[in-house]
Protein backbone atom coordinates (compact mmCIF):
# COMPACT_ATOMS: atom_id res chain seq x y z
CA UNK A 1 0.00 0.00 0.00
CA UNK A 2 2.98 2.12 0.41
CA UNK A 3 4.44 2.09 -3.04
CA UNK A 4 0.69 2.05 -4.24
CA UNK A 5 0.36 5.63 -2.51
CA UNK A 6 3.16 7.03 -3.08
CA UNK A 7 2.80 6.17 -7.18
CA UNK A 8 -0.63 7.39 -7.26
CA UNK A 9 0.22 10.71 -5.12
CA UNK A 10 3.25 11.38 -7.55
CA UNK A 11 0.88 10.38 -10.50
CA UNK A 12 -1.62 13.11 -8.97
CA UNK A 13 0.41 15.97 -8.51
CA UNK A 14 1.94 15.56 -12.03
CA UNK A 15 -1.39 15.84 -13.57
CA UNK A 16 -2.92 18.64 -11.10
CA UNK A 17 0.37 20.82 -11.45
CA UNK A 18 0.76 20.34 -15.48
CA UNK A 19 -3.54 20.44 -16.07
CA UNK A 20 -3.87 23.95 -13.53
CA UNK A 21 -1.19 25.30 -15.03
CA UNK A 22 -2.04 24.67 -18.58
CA UNK A 23 -5.98 26.14 -18.15
CA UNK A 24 -4.43 29.24 -16.52
CA UNK A 25 -2.52 29.75 -19.48
CA UNK A 26 -5.45 29.24 -21.78
CA UNK A 27 -7.12 31.78 -19.42
CA UNK A 28 -4.50 34.05 -19.98
CA UNK A 29 -4.78 34.07 -23.55
CA UNK A 30 -8.14 34.27 -24.45
CA UNK A 31 -8.83 37.84 -25.73
CA UNK A 32 -11.56 40.15 -23.59
CA UNK A 33 -11.70 42.76 -26.49
CA UNK A 34 -15.23 44.12 -24.91
CA UNK A 35 -15.36 46.26 -21.14
CA UNK A 36 -17.96 44.68 -19.80
CA UNK A 37 -17.28 44.85 -15.72
CA UNK A 38 -20.50 44.17 -13.67
CA UNK A 39 -21.60 47.94 -12.73
CA UNK A 40 -20.77 49.41 -10.22
CA UNK A 41 -17.47 48.75 -11.10
CA UNK A 42 -14.35 50.42 -9.67
CA UNK A 43 -12.22 52.80 -12.23
CA UNK A 44 -8.83 52.02 -11.26
CA UNK A 45 -6.26 49.02 -11.00
CA UNK A 46 -6.18 49.64 -7.23
CA UNK A 47 -10.05 49.76 -7.46
CA UNK A 48 -9.98 46.43 -8.96
CA UNK A 49 -7.81 44.40 -7.13
CA UNK A 50 -9.59 45.42 -3.77
CA UNK A 51 -12.55 44.50 -5.54
CA UNK A 52 -11.54 40.69 -6.00
CA UNK A 53 -9.93 40.76 -2.96
CA UNK A 54 -13.20 41.37 -1.66
CA UNK A 55 -14.92 38.46 -4.58
CA UNK A 56 -12.17 35.77 -2.95
CA UNK A 57 -12.43 36.05 0.94
CA UNK A 58 -15.95 37.38 1.21
CA UNK A 59 -17.97 36.08 -2.45
CA UNK A 60 -19.09 39.62 -2.52
CA UNK A 61 -21.42 38.83 -5.79
CA UNK A 62 -22.72 35.49 -4.13
CA UNK A 63 -23.74 37.46 -1.02
CA UNK A 64 -25.92 40.00 -3.38
CA UNK A 65 -27.40 36.88 -5.18
CA UNK A 66 -28.61 34.40 -2.54
CA UNK A 67 -27.91 34.62 0.61
CA UNK A 68 -28.62 31.22 2.01
CA UNK A 69 -25.72 29.91 -0.91
CA UNK A 70 -23.38 32.57 0.28
CA UNK A 71 -23.58 30.96 3.58
CA UNK A 72 -23.26 27.46 3.31
CA UNK A 73 -21.13 28.65 0.48
CA UNK A 74 -18.53 30.62 2.22
CA UNK A 75 -18.37 28.39 5.52
CA UNK A 76 -17.35 25.73 3.36
CA UNK A 77 -14.81 27.30 1.87
CA UNK A 78 -13.19 28.96 5.02
CA UNK A 79 -13.53 25.57 6.37
CA UNK A 80 -11.69 24.21 3.66
CA UNK A 81 -8.77 26.87 3.98
CA UNK A 82 -8.08 26.21 7.61
CA UNK A 83 -8.25 22.67 7.62
CA UNK A 84 -5.45 22.95 4.32
CA UNK A 85 -3.29 25.33 6.29
CA UNK A 86 -3.46 23.35 9.06
CA UNK A 87 -2.38 20.01 6.73
CA UNK A 88 0.74 22.17 6.00
CA UNK A 89 2.39 20.66 8.89
CA UNK A 90 2.88 17.23 7.05
CA UNK A 91 5.15 18.96 4.75
CA UNK A 92 7.21 20.97 6.82
CA UNK A 93 9.93 19.03 9.31
CA UNK A 94 10.03 22.03 11.65
CA UNK A 95 6.55 23.54 12.44
CA UNK A 96 6.79 27.14 12.80
CA UNK A 97 4.76 29.11 15.82
CA UNK A 98 2.15 30.49 13.43
CA UNK A 99 1.25 27.21 12.33
CA UNK A 100 1.26 25.55 15.73
CA UNK A 101 -1.34 28.46 16.40
CA UNK A 102 -3.57 27.98 13.78
CA UNK A 103 -3.84 23.85 14.54
CA UNK A 104 -6.90 23.89 16.86
CA UNK A 105 -8.72 25.80 14.63
CA UNK A 106 -7.84 23.96 11.81
CA UNK A 107 -8.96 21.17 13.72
CA UNK A 108 -12.59 21.73 14.12
CA UNK A 109 -12.74 23.80 11.22
CA UNK A 110 -13.42 19.94 9.15
CA UNK A 111 -16.84 20.65 11.08
CA UNK A 112 -17.56 24.17 8.87
CA UNK A 113 -16.15 22.28 5.77
CA UNK A 114 -18.72 19.46 6.43
CA UNK A 115 -21.71 21.70 7.32
CA UNK A 116 -20.83 24.10 4.48
CA UNK A 117 -21.13 20.78 1.98
CA UNK A 118 -24.15 19.02 3.51
CA UNK A 119 -25.95 22.41 3.12
CA UNK A 120 -24.89 23.26 -0.64
CA UNK A 121 -25.59 19.24 -1.70
CA UNK A 122 -29.19 19.56 0.41
CA UNK A 123 -30.06 22.60 -1.71
CA UNK A 124 -29.58 20.35 -4.68
CA UNK A 125 -32.29 18.02 -3.84
CA UNK A 126 -35.06 20.55 -1.74
CA UNK A 127 -34.63 23.14 -4.24
CA UNK A 128 -36.63 22.36 -7.48
CA UNK A 129 -35.08 24.51 -9.88
CA UNK A 130 -31.74 23.61 -8.66
CA UNK A 131 -32.56 19.81 -8.88
CA UNK A 132 -33.57 20.43 -12.40
CA UNK A 133 -30.04 21.73 -14.07
CA UNK A 134 -27.94 19.58 -11.12
CA UNK A 135 -26.14 17.09 -13.42
CA UNK A 136 -24.61 14.08 -12.01
CA UNK A 137 -20.81 15.50 -11.99
CA UNK A 138 -22.51 18.18 -9.35
CA UNK A 139 -23.49 15.44 -6.55
CA UNK A 140 -20.07 13.35 -7.28
CA UNK A 141 -17.85 16.48 -6.52
CA UNK A 142 -20.05 17.08 -3.55
CA UNK A 143 -19.93 13.89 -2.30
CA UNK A 144 -16.66 13.05 -2.83
CA UNK A 145 -15.78 16.29 -0.91
CA UNK A 146 -17.88 15.63 1.80
CA UNK A 147 -16.49 12.36 2.41
CA UNK A 148 -13.37 13.51 2.40
CA UNK A 149 -14.22 15.73 4.85
CA UNK A 150 -15.92 12.98 7.57
CA UNK A 151 -13.25 10.58 7.09
CA UNK A 152 -10.57 13.45 7.85
CA UNK A 153 -12.70 13.73 11.15
CA UNK A 154 -13.19 10.41 11.96
CA UNK A 155 -9.26 9.85 11.56
CA UNK A 156 -9.29 13.07 13.86
CA UNK A 157 -11.28 12.29 16.92
CA UNK A 158 -13.00 8.47 16.31
CA UNK A 159 -10.11 6.33 14.53
CA UNK A 160 -7.06 8.00 15.51
CA UNK A 161 -3.69 7.23 12.93
CA UNK A 162 -0.22 7.68 14.01
CA UNK A 163 0.40 11.28 12.46
CA UNK A 164 4.01 10.70 12.98
CA UNK A 165 4.24 8.15 10.54
CA UNK A 166 1.85 10.25 8.15
CA UNK A 167 4.18 13.04 8.09
CA UNK A 168 7.23 10.91 7.67
CA UNK A 169 5.61 9.56 4.60
CA UNK A 170 4.93 12.85 2.97
CA UNK A 171 7.80 14.13 3.53
CA UNK A 172 9.80 11.05 2.27
CA UNK A 173 7.37 11.95 -0.84
CA UNK A 174 8.91 15.68 -1.65
CA UNK A 175 12.62 13.87 -1.17
CA UNK A 176 11.83 10.77 -3.10
CA UNK A 177 12.69 8.93 0.14
CA UNK A 178 9.68 6.38 0.60
CA UNK A 179 8.60 6.02 4.33
CA UNK A 180 6.32 3.27 5.16
CA UNK A 181 2.86 4.71 5.81
CA UNK A 182 0.51 3.26 8.45
CA UNK A 183 -2.01 1.05 8.00
CA UNK A 184 -5.14 2.44 8.82
CA UNK A 185 -8.22 1.76 6.50
CA UNK A 186 -9.88 5.15 7.24
CA UNK A 187 -6.38 7.11 6.12
CA UNK A 188 -6.41 4.48 2.85
CA UNK A 189 -9.96 5.76 2.39
CA UNK A 190 -9.29 9.42 3.16
CA UNK A 191 -5.77 9.86 1.08
CA UNK A 192 -7.52 7.45 -2.20
CA UNK A 193 -10.21 10.47 -2.27
CA UNK A 194 -7.99 13.27 -1.58
CA UNK A 195 -5.50 12.03 -4.90
CA UNK A 196 -8.78 11.48 -6.95
CA UNK A 197 -9.66 14.98 -6.45
CA UNK A 198 -6.42 16.11 -7.27
CA UNK A 199 -6.19 13.83 -10.76
CA UNK A 200 -9.91 15.23 -11.45
CA UNK A 201 -9.75 19.44 -10.20
CA UNK A 202 -8.08 20.22 -13.55
CA UNK A 203 -10.93 18.93 -15.48
CA UNK A 204 -14.30 20.12 -13.53
CA UNK A 205 -16.14 23.24 -12.30
CA UNK A 206 -13.64 23.38 -9.39
CA UNK A 207 -11.52 25.27 -11.89
CA UNK A 208 -13.69 28.55 -10.72
CA UNK A 209 -10.71 28.64 -7.97
CA UNK A 210 -8.40 29.70 -10.78
CA UNK A 211 -10.77 31.02 -12.79
CA UNK A 212 -12.21 34.12 -10.78
CA UNK A 213 -9.47 35.86 -11.44
CA UNK A 214 -9.50 35.69 -14.69
CA UNK A 215 -13.18 36.58 -15.27
CA UNK A 216 -13.63 40.09 -17.08
CA UNK A 217 -16.74 41.08 -15.33
CA UNK A 218 -14.89 41.37 -12.45
CA UNK A 219 -11.03 42.09 -13.06
CA UNK A 220 -11.86 45.04 -15.51
CA UNK A 221 -11.86 48.88 -14.90
CA UNK A 222 -15.10 50.68 -15.72
CA UNK A 223 -12.97 52.55 -17.71
CA UNK A 224 -14.48 52.39 -21.75
CA UNK A 225 -13.67 55.71 -22.78
CA UNK A 226 -10.42 55.62 -21.53
CA UNK A 227 -8.85 52.70 -22.77
CA UNK A 228 -10.01 51.19 -26.48
CA UNK A 229 -10.30 47.60 -26.71
CA UNK A 230 -10.30 45.96 -30.00
CA UNK A 231 -10.55 42.59 -30.96
CA UNK A 232 -7.74 40.94 -33.28
CA UNK A 233 -9.79 41.29 -36.56
CA UNK A 234 -10.42 44.44 -35.41
CA UNK A 235 -7.14 45.26 -34.87
CA UNK A 236 -6.08 43.92 -38.59
CA UNK A 237 -8.60 45.92 -39.98
CA UNK A 238 -7.05 49.26 -38.49
CA UNK A 239 -3.96 48.95 -39.12
CA UNK A 240 -4.64 48.12 -42.98
Not at 47 to 52: K, P, S, Y
Not at 89 to 109: E, I, M, N, S, T
Not at 174 to 182: G, T, V, W
Request: charged content about 10%.
Amino acid sequence: MTLFFAILFYLAFAILFAGVAYKVYDFARTPAPLSIPTTPAPISTPGVAFRMAREVVFFESLFKGNLWIWLFGWIFHMGLFLVLVRHLRYFVADVPAWLLFVQPFGKYAGFMMVAGLAGLWARRFLVERIRYISTPSDHLWLAILLTIGLSGLGITFLMHTDIVGVKAFFLGLMSFDIQALPVHPGLFIHLLLVALLMILFPFSKLLHAPGVFFSPTRNQADNPREVRRLAPWAAQIEKS
